[in-house]
Each structure stands twice: as C-alpha cells, then as structure tokens.
C-alpha cells in the first residue's frame, strides 16, 4: 500500500510512478482505498487492468477481502493507493481509513512524507505514524525534497531518533508530472497528457524499486472461498458508457456478469438505444456534454422505453440526465423520465459517505434494505411536488430533506453511487427479467 500522511502529498504519483515501472515486467493488479473513480481511471490506464476500489465502510470487511483476492489471484505484485492521511477514516473513527484496509488485509506499507519545508521533524512524524496503530509500514518515501543536503539531514534524524523503517526514495520537485485538475478531481485517464514512460523515469531515477519489490514480497498470500450466486438472470443491460457517463466501479460490471447478464455498452450522446431489457446510467460529467445529450434521439428513446415500464438504474450523473432539464450555461431538454430539473453551481453541494434506508420497493431494493454509499456533486435537483423517493438517509444529503432515489415506472435514479458489496444487482435484474418476459 502507498499511504501518507495526508492529502496532497504525493501519493497518487508514487503509486501511478510504481505502476508504470512495475507494469514493464510484471503484472500490477492496481487498487485504490476509498470511493474514488478518478484515480482508478488513471491506474486502468497505466497498469491495462481494471483497478478495484477497498473501501471498508461501504464494502465491510467481507467485501474488501473479497474484491482484493478476486482481482489479484493472476497478478504478480499488488499496489493500493491510499486515501487521504494513512489514519483519516469516517468521523473519528478507523473506518475506510487506509489504516483499516492495510490491517484487513495484512498488506505492508510505505509511507510518503512531504518533505518541504522540514528536516528533523520527519522524524518526529514518522515515529508518531509508526507507533500510532497496528500497520505494517516497511519504507518512507520523501516528496519534494531539496538538496542532497536536506536528504541527508532527514535520514540522520530517523536514524538517530532510532527509526528502522528505511528511506525508499526521494523525489524533488518536479512540474513536469502534475495532473491538471476539474471541478470533481483530478482529470479523467482518457483526458491526460502526460507521459507515462517520463513518469516511470522519474520514479526509477529516484526510488529503490528492488527495495519496493522486496517490500510487495513480503506479503503474506492467503486465500478464501469466494461464493458465486445462488440465481441467473438472462437478459441484455445497456451500460451508459462515453465521456458523460464513465463513473462506474468494475465491480459491478462483474457482479451482473456472474449473475448472467449480457453487457450492451452505448453512447448516449452518439449511439443508438440498443435491444435491452434494462439501462444503467452511472455518474460522469453529463454537464460538460449537455448539448450533446440534448440533441441525441436516445434521449426519446430512454423516455419510451421508461414509460413502458423498463427497469432503469442511475447514479449522480445520471440523475441529471434523467431528469427533464439541466442548467449549465443555458437549459437543456434531457431524457423527461423523472419529475425534476437540476442546475450546476459553483459551489460543493455534497460529499461524504451515505447511509439509506429504502422506504419503498424500486428496482435495486426491497424495502427495509439498508444501502451503504457516497455521493460528491456541485448540483441541485428540484423536483415536483408529487415526486417519490425510495429512499430516506440517515446519514448524507441526498436529493432533497434527507431523501434521495427519485422514482418514476421502473426508473429509479440517486445522488447516491453504491457498491455491490452493499447492495447486489440481482434485484435489478430480477425486475429486468420479468420486463423481459411480458
């Protein structure tokens, strides 16, 4: 795992550097802790393998397990991106904290400090990380350090203060590798320029990689009985899929293919609906692409088939997309399948772990089930007055007054994005098949 200790101090390019060096000879199976999409867009890119998300508040502990040893039973070494500070979980708590995960899955880990700025209180930072919690951490890496000077003066402090966990790596400033950054986050995988192979220089110029591979090859293998589904569900999924609607977690992608759906990916921007017997809509930038959405048939031809009673799941974006209109720089028409209209703003309007009860029966969930997930959006949705919502959260914002998962037919659309491990796709496509059987 690469952790640190805190936001913004460079794990996100330690890790997409480790991974374009290892991926040269070996194959990395990439992760990343958290809710993220973004980072795992980029890991995708640079590792050619679909990276996993471990998050223990959404996922519990059974779900993580299993999503690990699912994704890395072919792969030759393993890299988990961290999240914020290696301790930072929900509320004050462990959590879905870096920590958590590292001691779910008894996975060592190196540790990189922002090193500007600071000499001898490295020291201080590493010994108070070291000692805090029960985590394996193996190696330090240093960000933005200066002189060769300034290197030397951060080791002797660690050694002196009796600090065996070795110096890995030290990475001086460097523009050249940044990622431009958007509204939700660091750019999109497909959306970057950078060089990959500088990066993977960079990172061998300044890190010992056999000291990093010895490190991945201390883990300890284990194994469990991964359980398959107990039901098939033989229908067709049309997956929203193009630069408006990206945000999706690979694990759901595999969860509806075990349970025997047929995946049909399509442009709503620039394909026609495909024969499908259900849609899932997930979260991307549909505001970035609005006219594009606004002009395409596809849109009449998503509100046709919702009249006519096909199940249909979205998620964030895809509410706005739903939904009859959309604001950015001037209004939109969208699909019209939910009785609401939404507006960017400038402003976060929402970010954090959700927690919703679902007061009503919709294609995703039976009443009563209690749904575990995040939401992250800078939008409004104002709906009708005689709008339904499945869901009532005791923890999030959702849509409106604590209530989220507009509804209407068989649609059903959230600011909430969920996970499989929290709530499973057959219910969906349990309704998908009876659609498909009328």
Known sequence: MIA????????????????????????????????DFIDTGHHTHVCGRPSRNLDS???????????????????????????????????????????????????????????????????????????????????????????????????????????RIPVIGALPRSNEISIPSRHLGLHIAGETTGDISLLSDFIEKHIDMDAVRNIAGSFATQD???????????????????????????????????????????????????????????????????????????RLAIKKVAEEGMPIYGECG???????????????RMASVLPAGSRMTSKLQALGYTEALAVSNSPLAEKGRLIRGHEFHYSITECDKDAGFVYKLARGKGI???????????????????HPSSVSFA????????YKKR
């Open 224 to 298: 469990m009985e991964l359980k398959e589904p107990e039901e098939r569900f033989n229908v067709r999924i049309g997956i929203a899929w193009d630069n408006a609607f990206c945000f999706y977690y690979n694990d759901s992608f595999d969860e509806l293919k075990k349970l025997g759906a047929e995946l049909v990916f399509f442009s709503p921007m620039k394909d026609d609906l495909p024969p499908v017997d259900g849609i899932y809509l997930g979260g991307g930038y549909p505001e970035l692409y609005a006219n594009e959405l606004s002009v395409s048939s596809t």
């Open 400 to 418: 409106t007054d604590g209530k989220d998962g507009l509804a209407e037919h068989n649609a059903v659309a959230s600011y909430m994005h969920t």
């Open 4 to 35: 640190g200790t805190g936001s913004g101090v460079g794990k996100t390019t330690v890790a997409l550097g480790l991974m374009a060096s290892l991926s040269k000879k070996h194959k990395v199976q990439p992760f990343k802790v958290g809710p």
């Open 427 to 434: 219910g969906f496509l349990r309704f998908c098949s009876r």
């Open 318 to 332: 895809a509410l706005l997309y739903l939904n009859e209109r959309l604001e950015t720089d001037r209004e939109y």
């Open 57 to 163: 508040f959404i996922m519990g502990e059974t779900g993580v397990l299993e999503t690990f040893f699912r994704a890395s039973k072919d792969a030759d070494i393993c890299i988990i991106e961290g999240v914020m500070g290696l301790f930072d979980g929900l509320d004050a708590t462990e959590i879905a904290s870096s920590a958590h995960v590292a001691k779910i899955l008894q996975v060592p880990v190196i540790l990189v400090v922002n090193a500007h700025g600071a000499s001898r209180s490295i020291a201080a930072i590493v010994k108070g990380f070291a000692e805090f919690d029960r985590v394996d951490i193996r190696g330090i890496i240093l960000n933005n350090a200066g002189s060769e000077k300034h290197e030397r003066l951060i080791r002797d402090s660690l050694i002196n203060a009796g600090i």
